[in-house]
């Protein structure tokens, strides 16, 4: 790849008529063939308006998740982990509730979960389509356990479960693939090594590019310890606190073995940044690291976004990155 | 020897039964029903979390917080000074609150929960116990744009929450408890919670209990314990370090035991919580013990809440029945 290649994270919105679906669905009033082809309709809307847009490397969007955990938790229309279930309601702010997954039993892969539809994606379009998974950290500390006698038991076979899923992306064909590990910083003091252990279980010795996405949250709690993390990508939440996470790299440079992604628009808001702004926070970027090793992205998966805002804010960012190309000279 | 909850009771319950708070104040952001219809649907439900409480066996109950987001904004927005920003994680937890931000003088007005305090305790067939977020906590959990100084912050809320609990025990609140949870994330500054505490109750006739939470109070339980209150409150499930510091504190207070993982569903059983209330008996006398979950139980499905209550209570039954 070639220098500030653009990416996204891995959500994108879900159009009016799959959100329908997918609750005519919940209530048994859809069958599951019908639900996968508006799911793949929507997938190709997302992947044609990313070849559009002229990113690089695409996501399939996830029109087939509601929960980044839950999705592999029992949630309707997923595709469930063997010891995990939904569980009951838990308020999560203000009137917002969510069905918490419950580790239940021994966790054990069920067989592909995410590769049908990966294949699809790729299938679409002859640029490279990420694998993406949710990490084993996170798929714990976001779930009750009711089985295993320790955090670190869940994790490390929660891991196993993950790498299986991997192996079965790379056979596929997957070249790049993206662990999520957005509750990483929850308990950096205790459980970061172990975060770490079980991301070098997930990916150790498997031909392919490694990506983690890391948001939001003390993200200077685990700087520069995540460099630990054996992956080839650390992405991480710029924009959101403009550009502050620059001071972390000031004080400890970027791993010289790893590419940053630099998440250059916020998720959360419905402004639109401007070309200037997001141009400067990548002019700022490249100070410190050097353009070939800068992926450029979203702060985090657009979901909760309109397809109007999420689309808007992907070319503003597919903008200024081929500004700051073209007035650096780059590639 | 008392069966106790720690806080909040779970809003909602699991189909089949109706989600009633929910879609009220699903219906209220959309214009459909008027406020007084919403604290209408409150008051039911607080109720409803009351009789939940004592249905479980607890001695001692809570309103179950039915009307608060959270810890934090509930007295925040009630007091002057403040403003409600946006959302932040609570401790290592995966809920948020809305961060309370300090733009002038914190000032108390009027009473905050004394109407709560009234109606709750007219419809409880068990003594209440009124919560108040402590002067401490609400601090280090705000953004303070105004003082520019945690210990000025610190005392003016602590002056401010002393005029709340005067009206909570002017009403007869025979039992008012502080939620003091980021002081054993901050132990350094025990001193000045201590100092800000000897302000709060000064004056205070109601019996009063601290409460911590999600962390140990390893090396300074002995300043905790030299604070104007009856009893503090310590989670033993996500502090076990709690066993040694109170083993080598010389403690005399009341002792909350929070045993019960108010985070995870598994099911401790009541033999294990007899065995436990055995064991913390060893150091604190029975009739100085509230046993109680680990914290507030809103983490919990509210079925699962109300199995683990009554587990506890029959372990503190089995537990005082050898005992005796």
Redesign the interface.
């Known amino acids: 790849m070639s220098a500030l290649t653009t990416t996204a994270v891995g959500s994108y919105p879900k159009p009016d008529y799959l959100a329908r679906a997918r609750s005519q669905f919940s209530q048994g009033k859809l069958d599951r063939g019908e639900l996968e082809k508006l799911e793949r309709q929507a997938t190709q809307y997302w992947i044609r308006s990313q070849e559009r847009l002229g990113l690089d490397v695409l996501v399939h969007g996830e029109m087939e998740r509601g929960d980044m955990v839950a999705y592999f938790a029992g949630e309707p229309g997923g595709q469930t982990i063997e010891g995990m279930k939904l569980g009951g309601l838990v308020r999560s702010y203000g009137n917002r509730y969510y069905h918490k997954p419950v580790i239940s039993g021994k966790l054990r892969w069920p067989g592909p979960m995410t590769v049908g539809m990966w294949r699809y994606a790729q299938g679409l379009t002859d640029r490279p389509v990420k694998g993406m998974l949710t990490g084993p950290y996170t798929m714990v500390e976001w779930s009750f356990d009711d089985h295993y006698p320790s955090r670190r038991d869940a994790v490390l076979d929660m891991a196993q479960v993950i790498r299986r899923e991997v192996e079965a992306l790379v056979k596929a064909g997957a070249r790049y693939v993206q662990i999520d590990e957005p509750a990483i910083h929850t308990r950096p003091r205790q459980d970061f090594d172990l975060a770490v252990e079980a991301m070098a279980r997930v990916v150790e010795g498997i031909d392919c590019e490694f990506h983690t996405h890391i948001c939001y949250g003390e993200v200077e709690l685990i700087y520069p310890d995540m460099l630990r993390l054996p992956v080839k990508q650390i992405h991480l939440a710029f924009k959101n606190t403009n550009f502050e996470y620059l001071k972390l790299l000031e004080e400890h440079p970027f791993d010289s073995d790893k590419n940053l992604g630099v998440g250059v628009v916020d998720v959360h808001t419905h402004v639109l940044e401007l070309v200037a702004e997001v141009k400067d926070g990548i002019r700022k970027t490249l100070e410190l690291v050097p353009p070939e090793r800068v992926w450029i992205l979203p702060d985090c998966g657009l979901k909760t976004r309109t397809v109007e805002e999420a689309e808007g804010k992907l070319r503003v960012m597919m903008e200024a990155t081929r500004e700051v190309k073209r007035e650096l000279e780059l590639d | 020897m008392k069966a106790t909850a720690v806080g909040s009771y ?3 319950p ?1 189909r089949p039964r109706p ?1 009633r708070l ?1 879609q009220a ?2 219906r209220l ?1 959309r214009g459909e029903i008027s406020r007084e219809e919403l604290a209408h649907v409150q008051d039911e439900v607080t109720i409803e979390a009351i009789n939940e409480q004592a249905e479980a066996g607890l001695d001692l109950v809570t309103d179950g917080q039915v009307r608060w ?2 810890d934090q904004t509930y007295i925040a927005q009630r007091l002057d000074g403040f403003e409600i920003g946006g ?1 932040v ?1 609570y401790f ?1 937890t ?5 961060q309370p931000i300090v733009k002038r003088p914190v000032r108390w007005t009027s009473p905050i929960l004394l109407r709560d305090y009234e109606f709750a305790a007219a419809h409880s067939p068990k003594p209440v116990k009124a919560l108040l977020t402590g002067p401490y906590t609400l601090a280090a959990l705000s953004t303070d744009n105004h003082y520019g100084d945690r210990r000025r912050l610190v005392l003016d809320l602590a002056e401010a929450l002393r005029q709340e609990a005067l009206a909570l025990a002017a009403a007869g609140a025979p039992f008012i408890q502080l939620n003091e949870p980021a002081i054993v994330h901050t132990k350094e500054d025990a001193p000045l919670l201590q100092e800000a505490l000897a302000k709060m109750l000064d004056g205070v006739k109601s019996e009063t209990a601290l409460y911590t939470w999600f962390g140990d109070a390893a090396g300074i339980l002995p300043a905790l314990a030299d604070t104007p209150v009856g009893l503090i409150g310590l989670d033993f499930v996500w502090g076990p370090a709690n066993w040694d510091e109170l083993r080598h504190a010389s403690f005399s207070k009341g002792l909350g035991f929070g045993i019960v993982d108010a985070r ?4 401790e059983t009541a033999d294990e919580i007899a065995e436990q209330v055995r064991r913390v008996c060893e150091v604190v006398p029975a009739e100085r013990l509230h046993v109680n979950p680990s914290c507030g139980l ?7 809440a109300f199995e683990k209550l009554k587990t506890l209570a029959e372990g503190v039954r089995r537990a005082g029945a050898v005992a005796v």
């Open positions: 779970p809003k909602i699991n989600a929910r104040i699903a952001d987001d959270d959302l994680r290592d995966n809920t948020y609150y809305r995870n569903t598994r099911m809103e983490y919990l499905p509210r079925e699962t």
